[in-house]
Each structure stands twice: as C-alpha cells, then as structure tokens.
C-alpha cells in the first residue's frame, strides 16, 4: 500500500520493539523526486487513508536509499538495523 503512493521509490516495513505495544509497525522509505513538504506526515495520512489503523505505520524514516542485498534485493533486516538498531525502541505518533 505505502508503495503505491506516487512519491515512494523503495519501502520496507517492519516490526520494532514499542515500549507500550511491545512491538510497533515501522517503515523506511526512499522517495522520488520531487517529495512532499513533510514526507512522514503525509505518507502515514495516505496510510490512514487506506488501511486498518493497526497497520498504520506508527513511524515512518526517510532514507537516500534502502540497503540492499549481495544480489541487489532489498534487505529488510539490513533496513531495520539501520533504522532501529538491534534494540532500540521506537516512539512515535499514536
């Protein structure tokens, strides 16, 4: 769904640890040009637009691009790295 807006170029979402729900929906994003004035803001209203509010992301990173594998796929577990770390928690919009 996220990848469907116009301005999205590259997305992943993942779960990470959420210190009230103990793990939260979280997506990096790398965008095409020209991007919105706030990209988080507007991409999580395009997922309020569209979805459940239990798949809305509760937060949203921006990224030049996304890591990719030795085979030139996506690596959503290099992605989450990157974003979260290996224990970080994430704090967000409700």
Do not use: N
């Not at 590259?10 to 990096?28: I, K, S």
């Not at 965008?31 to 569209?50: E, M, T």
Request: glycine share 8%.
């Amino acid at each position: 769904m996220l990848g469907e807006h116009p301005s999205v170029r590259e997305v992943a979402v993942f779960g990470a640890p959420d210190g009230r729900w103990g793990e939260a929906v979280v997506a990096a994003v790398a965008l095409r040009q020209p991007a919105p004035a706030d990209p988080p803001a507007a991409l999580i209203a395009h997922c309020r637009d569209h979805l459940p509010r239990y798949k809305v992301p509760k937060r949203i990173v921006v990224l030049d691009d996304l890591p990719k594998s030795g085979h030139g796929k996506l690596s959503r577990r290099l992605t989450r790295q990157r974003v979260v770390g290996d224990s970080a928690v994430v704090h967000g919009a409700e």
